[in-house]
């Protein structure tokens, strides 16, 4: 029996696939590959595999990862190229290979974001958005998993952010922890909604571009 792990792309029109989906296309995809994927036990057995750090709907992402177990002994050869065969658009799968690492080393993600500006980037906003995102405390309102809403610091969940700025856009690169708990980086612009309200952009696009241990190497 092999643990495996895929590093996957999802993007473009599959940035809008949704997690349950998103296992269901590989669900499907699999028989590609001639391999006998475990399953539960029970009256209504399903394939054991787990996708890491599920990516919120509309994002795209060069690092995503999907665990699963099969019944023979394997290291992954060949894998990646047999499921491509049969992926939709916009999902890519790039390596397979055994999964050593648990997931608890997991500790960040690194992203780059778009903040989208339709009348030009307002005059100021590097420096001004510079300054609240190093702020000691960053208190948002967000949806807790019973649908209510309650503040939480973002602050000591944001490790890093660099930002730049372009024609009608301010990029920036973002580091934030990863799990327990995690920030979706999508929040920085709840964030300056909150406290900068005419910085608000009109549009966010977020991109991931790493999954990293505590010590900042790529997690795989």
């Known amino acids: 029996m092999s643990k495996l792990r895929l590093l996957f792309v999802k993007e ?13 296309t590989f669900q499907r995809a699999f028989p590609r590959t001639e391999l006998d994927i475990k399953h539960t036990q029970g009256y209504h057995p399903h ?20 665990d699963f ?13 047999r499921l491509n065969t049969g992926m939709p658009m916009g999902l890519r799968v790039l390596d397979c290979y055994p999964a050593t690492r648990p997931i608890r080393e997991l500790a960040y993600l690194r992203a780059e974001m778009e903040l989208e500006y339709d009348g030009g980037v307002p005059a100021g906003a590097l420096d001004d958005l510079h300054l609240l995102l190093a702020r000691p ?24 952010v660099t930002l730049t ?56």
């Open 69 to 81: 177990e099969v019944v023979q002994d394997t290291d992954g050869a060949g894998i990646a190229e």
């Open 137 to 160: 405390e960053l208190v948002i309102q967000k949806r807790t998993k019973r649908k209510d809403l309650a503040d939480v610091d973002i602050a000591p969940m944001l490790r890093s």
């Open 47 to 66: 394939p054991i595999m787990s996708i890491v750090l599920p990516l919120p709907v509309g994002q795209s992402s060069d690092c995503e990862l999907l």
């Open 12 to 24: 473009a029109q599959a940035s809008y696939i949704s997690h349950l989906d998103l296992i269901r």
């Open 165 to 220: 700025e372009g024609e009608g856009i301010v990029c920036a690169d973002v580091t934030v922890q990863a799990q327990n708990p995690g920030l979706n980086p999508q929040l920085l612009g709840k964030a300056i909604e909150t406290y900068l309200p005419e910085l608000a952009p009109d549009f966010i696009r977020v991109r991931r571009k790493a999954i990293l241990d505590a010590e900042g190497r790529d997690f795989r």
